[in-house]
């Protein structure tokens, strides 16, 4: 662990700064397994190499790395790197976890990113949010659902599922501010609004889960739980259906 951090990590975000795209990228997955692999050691990474990690991104885009044929295979890097950096629990700066956030905003809901790259972010989301978000920022809270909760009706598929995976692995006190509200706009997202929506199941299948982990992160009463169950069965009939009819 001694030779790790004090000179593999060095080299590896060292080589961030390289003209070598694969050497980019494989260096941020080799960094986020090194420090899960630390995560009981981590006061043996220097503040030097701390303060380097929270800037990753910010050399990365320095150097291109975001565009061109090459750019989704590095944001789906990117996003490995803030799962294991936010497994590990590395320290963060308040800059680092909005910059990041807002990253992983725009590979969640924009349908232009491959599915790989959108499924890689809701899994760094997860373990960035239950990680970095705290009870003491509530306004940071309001915000992030509201901007997902604003995309759930959005004309692009790829978009309205991303955001509905999003609240699906985001924590209770994220969800829980105004739960009965959140399973209200939830619910329509999980019926077929007109006949050309029968096949897009996998809209309706990521607010189930979204709503799912409301009532497993959230205090739900009766009344909610009996609007989930509702919500659940719905989505089951609608798909026996469409197989019945194919």
């Known amino acids: 662990p001694d030779y790790i951090s004090s000179h593999v990590l060095p080299l590896l975000l060292g080589s961030l700064e390289t003209g070598d795209f694969n050497c980019r990228h494989g260096a941020l997955h080799a960094i986020g397994d090194i420090c899960v692999g630390l995560k009981d050691r981590l006061d043996q990474i220097s503040d030097d190499l701390i303060?380097?990690?929270?800037?990753t991104l910010s050399v990365l885009e320095s150097r291109g790395s975001f565009r061109g044929s090459g750019g989704d295979e590095m944001r789906g890097a990117v996003c490995y790197y803030i799962e294991k950096i936010s497994n590990a629990g590395v320290k963060l700066t308040s800059e680092t976890i909005k910059v990041w956030q807002e990253?992983?905003?725009?590979?969640?809901?924009?349908?232009?990113?491959?599915?790989?790259?959108?499924?890689?972010?809701?899994?760094?989301?997860?373990?960035?949010?239950?990680?970095?978000?705290?009870?003491?920022?509530?306004?940071?809270?309001?915000?992030?659902?509201?901007?997902?909760?604003?995309?759930?009706?959005?004309?692009?598929?790829?978009?309205?599922?991303?955001?509905?995976?999003?609240?699906?692995?985001?924590?209770?006190?994220?969800?829980?501010?105004?739960?009965?509200?959140?399973?209200?706009?939830?619910?329509?997202?999980?019926?077929?609004?007109?006949?050309?929506?029968t096949s897009l199941a996998e809209c309706r299948v990521s607010a189930v889960k979204a709503i799912t982990n409301v009532q497993l992160v959230c205090p739900c009463n009766s009344?909610?739980?009996?609007?989930?169950?509702?919500?659940?069965?719905?989505?089951?009939?609608?798909?026996a259906l469409t197989v019945e009819e194919t």
Request: charged residues 15%; aromatic residues 12%.
């Open 51 to 55: 303060y380097k990690m929270n800037y």
């Open 103 to 197: 990253f992983l905003n725009v590979c969640i809901v924009n349908p232009e990113q491959f599915v790989g790259v959108q499924a890689l972010s809701v899994e760094a989301l997860r373990g960035f949010s239950w990680q970095y978000y705290t009870e003491s920022n509530p306004e940071m809270w309001s915000h992030i659902v509201e901007h997902y909760i604003s995309q759930l009706r959005h004309e692009f598929t790829a978009t309205r599922v991303g955001s509905a995976l999003a609240l699906s692995v985001l924590p209770g006190c994220v969800l829980s501010q105004d739960t009965k509200s959140l399973l209200k706009l939830l619910t329509p997202c999980t019926k077929v609004q007109n006949k050309s929506e």
């Open 223 to 239: 009344e909610m739980r009996a609007q989930i169950y509702a919500c659940c069965w719905s989505v089951w009939k609608t798909i």
